[in-house]
């Protein structure tokens, strides 16, 4: 992002951001950060993402309600999120379901892919099996490839690789509530080299689900499956090395390893380099 475009007292904030100079959380979020935000989407996921990872959850919040109510759907998914692990509010399964919906309603193939993989388990209310084969084929149709490999599994639970099936369980265990039993079976998978095993064990250390928090192993799992190519890792990288959040930051580092995601394709990966144009 140029730091002409920036607005008012944000413009210091995007002018060293552009130069390396400041990590992202230097500044409070104002309502003129909100202003740019809603009006250059892309930065404003890209910003509260950044927020989220260091644990500034009411900051993030902000960022992605107002990008929501204008009818953001990954806005409405990140929201989701919030609400479902209780990150700076009590958890509220019922709001992450209404809050998940939106976002599929709004275009979020994560949003659909997240409720077909938890409408499997009991984790939003009573299991819903025809409801979640719904929402993952409207992710798969939207070219979610994970979501494919989870409707396959369900339409089919002796179908696929050996590995393909180890996933769909390790997330059905997510749905469940069962982190712990997820994580062991995505340390299994990173055990035999899926890279997709690798991404989810580090997601888990990030978050604490079902490990203890760890930043800066989540940051070293991610290093690993994004030096195999792996699109979504690269993009959670950048941001770790742009925000300094589990590694020494690195922006210019950062910047190659968003430029390698979107590369791949991979929309937030896009957006975030767009925003930075």
């Not at 998940?100 to 997240?114: F, I, K, M, P, V």
């Not at 084969?133 to 409707?151: I, N, P, S, Y």
């Not at 791949?264 to 767009?274: D, E, I, M, S, T």
């Amino acid at each position: 992002m140029h730091p002409l475009s920036c607005a008012s007292s944000l413009r210091v904030l995007c002018a060293t951001l552009t130069l390396g100079l400041l990590p992202l959380s230097a500044w409070a979020i104002t309502d003129d950060d909100i202003a740019e935000a809603v009006q250059k989407p892309s930065w404003g996921l890209y910003k509260g993402y950044a927020e989220f990872k260091m644990a500034h959850y009411a900051d993030a919040k902000r960022i992605w309600t107002a990008l929501a109510e204008r009818g953001n759907g990954e806005a409405w998914f990140n929201l989701g999120i919030l609400a479902e692990d209780g990150l700076g509010e009590p958890q509220n399964p019922h709001e992450a379901r209404r809050l998940y919906e939106n976002g599929a309603q709004a275009g979020s193939r994560n949003s659909a892919l997240r409720l077909g993989l938890l409408l499997q388990g009991g984790k939003l209310g009573q299991r819903d099996i025809d409801g979640a084969r719904h929402w993952l084929k409207v992710a798969a149709d939207a070219g979610d490839q994970e979501a494919a490999t989870h409707l396959a599994a369900l339409n089919d639970p002796q179908g696929g690789s050996i590995r393909d099936r180890e996933l769909a369980e390790a997330r059905r265990f997510e749905a469940e509530g069962r982190h712990a039993d997820a994580a062991a079976m995505y340390r299994k998978l990173a055990d035999f080299g899926d890279v997709r095993g690798v991404t989810r064990l580090a997601w888990a250390y990030e978050a604490g689900r079902g490990v203890q928090r760890n930043l800066a192993e989540a940051a070293r799992l991610f290093r690993v499956a994004a030096e195999q190519g792996e699109a979504e890792a690269q993009y959670a990288l950048s941001v770790m090395l742009d925000t300094g959040a589990g590694q020494t930051r690195n922006t210019d580092e950062a910047l190659r390893w968003l430029r390698a995601s979107a590369g791949q394709n991979y929309p937030p990966a896009v957006q975030a380099l767009q925003a930075r144009n």
